[in-house]
């Protein structure tokens, strides 16, 4: 895990050079996706009704929009790998929750954005499944 969590750290100060020259996120959005795909295992759950259900008839979606978590590894102060670890055991969670569930998060205007009022240090990290009415099972964790 910590060579996944050093590359995680490599990608990091790349995006914050591109930011640096003003590139816009799309060059390194990517990069940084697929880095944190490499641990995607550590913070897992299902919905309710996505329990049981194979692969191919769920969704495999980021409970707290991607943006959001990559904005938070990007705005850490010191690159350590405990304070990546925080911000990926609190904000970096994959949920397979079900196609329906999923229309439901777009249909409140939720894909991609937490809910307005939403408190980042103190608010529930499922609060769009909240908002919509997605019930979850118990989040299962690796050790980090």
Not at 5 to 27: F, S, T
Request: charged fraction near 30%; charge should be positive; hydrophobic fraction near 35%.
């Amino acid at each position: 895990m910590e060579q996944k969590i050093e590359c995680i750290r490599r990608v990091i100060l790349n995006a914050q050079d591109h930011i640096q020259v003003g590139d816009p996120k799309r060059v390194y959005s990517q990069y940084v996706r697929y880095a944190l795909d490499e641990v995607s295992g550590i913070n897992f759950c299902r919905s309710v009704k996505a329990k049981g259900l194979k692969r191919k008839d769920v969704i495999h979606e980021h409970v707290v929009p991607h943006l959001i978590v990559m904005d938070k590894l990007l705005s850490l102060d010191q690159l350590t790998n405990e304070n990546i670890i925080n911000v990926i055991n609190k904000y970096y969670v994959i949920c397979a929750i079900t196609k329906e569930e999923d229309k439901k998060l777009n249909a409140a205007g939720l894909r991609s954005k937490m809910p307005k009022n939403w408190n980042d240090e103190s608010g529930s990290v499922f609060a769009r499944y909240e908002t919509v009415g997605i019930d979850i099972l118990n989040v299962e964790k690796e050790n980090c």
